[in-house]
Nanobody
Framework: EVQLQASGGGLVQSGGSLRLSCVATGFNFDIFAIAWFRQAPGKEREGVSCISGSDGSRFYEDSVKGRFTISRDGAKNTVYLQMDSLKPEDTAVYYC????????????????WGQGTQVTVSS
């Protein structure tokens, strides 16, 4: 059974940092792309970052480039999202999801989702 467990959210002041973790089980972790999405109240779910399974390529949504870093640890079946210089507009529930081998940031193309972790950035 494919399972994704997201954790690491919390409350942080503007300019602070958080590291999200996504532990994946039930499939060959090294093959598939893993992405992070977020959804703020009243807004659609949006793609934040993705790391491919084929060659480790990384992709970022424009508003987080230079502030967020995605990485994966095959030994721990875990994908991380290091979030620095956080802004109040980053406040949302963050989800990790498993796609195909290749990255994209379209939520509709992802089949398996974690439960979400709340990130709140105060001004």
């Amino acid at each position: 059974e494919v399972q994704l467990q997201a954790s690491g959210g919390g409350l942080v002041q503007s300019g602070g940092s958080l590291r999200l973790s996504c532990v994946a089980t039930g499939f060959n972790f090294d093959i598939f792309a893993i992405a992070w999405f977020r959804q703020a109240p009243g807004k659609e779910r949006e793609g934040v970052s993705c790391i491919s399974g084929s060659d480790g390529s990384r992709f970022y949504e424009d508003s987080v480039k230079g502030r967020f870093t995605i990485s994966r640890d095959g030994a721990k079946n875990t994908v991380y999202l290091q979030m620095d210089s956080l802004k109040p507009e980053d406040t949302a529930v963050y989800y990790c999801a498993r796609g195909s081998m290749y990255c994209n940031l379209r939520a509709g193309l992802y089949t398996y989702w974690g439960q979400g972790t709340q990130v709140t950035v105060s001004s």
